[in-house]
């Protein structure tokens, strides 16, 4: 939180603007920054982390920090550029985004990471998965099952199982990239 506030005084932003880049109420920021209360940081922890308004390299320095394994000694593909993601009604596309973009794994990788073929990776790609394997999925990236299954649902992740201290880097870094992207 320290960097929000050194950001905030640097930039000369106010709360209010603060607040609405946390999707927080004005009164929980004020709550957050200037008190240390554990009550109602027990409230926040294990709530989802909305992504809404990060750009897709802002979204996979977020899972660098959540999911190093998966950013190391790999090799990474440029030819997923030029796709078209249909995220508002489209499952298979969202879980070809998940992969290509969130996390810029080939099926066979990311097939490889969840345990299964990739001709199972290519499956989902093409939305044919079962809810056991979605909740898998969710459980191994931390994407909400939400944002898989439902329609017009944004990218955002869960947070069980995170520790306290990578709960707030995440949630430090989101807020510090929305703030950066309301300035340009």
Known sequence: MKQI???IEDNNISEEEVAKAAHMSLRNFRRQIHSI????????????????GLTWNQV??????????LFTDIKRSSKFKNFEYNLKNDMGDRMRFIREVVFSLSQTQFGKYMEVTRNTAKYWDEGQINVDKILKISQRTNISMDFMIRDNNPLTLQTQGMS?????????????????????
């Open 37 to 52: 209360d554990s009550i109602f940081f027990d409230q926040m922890y294990n709530q989802p982390i909305n992504l809404e």
């Open 164 to 184: 306290e201290a990578l709960y707030l880097a995440v949630m430090t870094n989101c807020v510090l990239y929305r703030l950066r992207n309301m300035k340009q």
């Open 60 to 69: 996979q320095d977020i899972m660098k920090l959540i999911h190093p394994e």
């Open 5 to 7: 506030v050194q950001f």
